[in-house]
């Protein structure tokens, strides 16, 4: 197995560059590097450029301290408290499956996909692989020890922002029928004032993020992506229109991901998308199914050509629910799609968005062995024979 690109590789996107955060100088020159490598293989490659938010901590942070306008409604109109508390519930759910909502009006900055396309002869369908190439960012919140509650913290934050609207219509119904209860008051504020924490965490946590190099999340997604469009270029699929994109801005909340499905009107039958990320450590994982808030089931087609193909490349399946992949606002959307990644013993892609996510925590061989996956799963989706497992 020849891993000597895959190092140089992972070398420029995880050595020469300190990060590739979003939208900044070092995301467009990693973009620009992934763009000269795709043109050694097709000459059909483009930039998508398209605008984003700079940081959904302070999005979501938002949505959490608007409760406490609720609860000082509720004091006066607890109808028109209700009312307004359950229309920012249903946006912020919008929000967190990947729709922009409350994140249109915010400050967007410029970011970029890298497109490359290989065409098929007489293509029957699109088969998209992507892998982000940003880099995210080390935190309180990303710490190693915090990482698995995280969803429990989320569904907290969720109930007390039901405790909040819940305790607004009883309000309204008891100054209706003269049935108004003494515990509704307090327990809203307790509710509130969780929420008005959470809110502070994340204004907290925004600025003392810290860029990490991104070896394994996701530069080694990057390098299998790489890895594929070579192989493809050396022996092409003939009956689908092959897309291999690097999406920028995933780590503000799948920018590149949302740009990619919503400027790109393909359908959706005949659409099935492959992600691969943090392939570089961790045991190789296809996802059964992932979000951290709705169970999104992976495509039932793409998930039989992942089990026929897993034993030669000993990857076994998974599910995903702490932490977004790539794919999480585009399976809320109804598209077909599956994930490949790699997960510890916890179940969570290693080195995630941590200081020790470095060139030296990366397996180059496991990068290679599951960019040949990926290519064995596209070839049963194309109907074509299984290739040699990596030797």
Not at 71 to 83: E, K, R
Not at 84 to 94: E, K, S
Not at 219 to 226: E, F, H, I, N, T
């Amino acid at each position: 197995m020849n891993v000597d690109q895959i190092r140089r590789d992972l070398l420029h996107l995880a050595g020469h560059l300190a990060h590739r955060g979003a939208q900044t100088e070092e995301e467009r020159r990693a973009s620009e590097f992934i763009r000269d490598r795709f043109l050694e293989y097709t000459p059909d490659v483009e930039f998508d450029e398209f605008h984003s938010i700079d940081n959904f901590h302070y999005l979501f942070a938002s949505y959490y301290s608007e409760f406490l306008v609720v609860s000082i409604l509720a004091i006066w109109w607890p109808a028109v408290a209700a009312c307004y508390g359950l229309a920012i519930l249903v946006m912020y759910l919008a929000e967190f499956m990947g729709h922009r909502v409350f994140s249109r009006v915010m400050p967007q900055y410029d970011s970029q996909n890298v497109i490359a396309r290989f065409p098929g002869s007489i293509p029957t369908r699109l088969l998209v692989v992507t892998a982000h190439y940003d880099s995210g960012c080390a935190s309180p919140l990303t710490d190693p020890a915090v990482l698995p509650w995280l969803r429990r913290l989320h569904w907290a934050l969720l109930a007390c922002m039901g405790i909040v609207i819940a305790t607004c219509a009883a309000d309204a119904i008891g100054a209706f029928t003269g049935g108004e209860s003494p515990y509704t008051l307090p327990l809203r504020w307790v509710a509130a004032s969780a929420l008005l924490t959470g809110a502070l965490a994340l204004f907290l946590n925004a600025p003392n993020s810290e860029d990490v190099r991104g070896a394994n999340n996701n530069a080694s997604g990057v390098a299998a992506l790489l890895r594929l469009a070579e192989r493809l270029a050396a022996d092409p699929i003939e009956n689908a229109e092959v897309w291999l994109v690097a999406t920028g801005s995933h780590e503000a909340w799948m920018g590149g991901a949302h740009h990619l499905v919503t400027a790109h009107e393909t359908p959706k039958a005949s659409t099935y998308l492959l992600n691969i990320e943090s392939v570089g450590a961790g045991g190789l994982h296809f996802l059964t199914g992932e979000g951290m808030l709705q169970y999104l089931p992976s495509d039932p087609q793409m998930l039989e050509a992942a089990r026929r193909a897993a034993p030669s490349f000993d990857a076994t399946p998974g599910e995903l629910r702490a932490v977004p992949t790539g794919l999480h606002g585009v399976l809320a959307r109804g598209y077909r799609g599956m994930t490949i990644i790699g997960l510890n013993e916890e179940g969570l892609p290693p080195h995630w968005n941590w200081h020790t996510d470095r060139i030296s925590a990366v397996n180059e061989p496991a990068i290679a062995n599951a960019a040949d996956f990926a290519e064995t799963i596209l070839r049963r989706l194309d109907g074509h024979s299984l290739p040699a497992a990596s030797a």
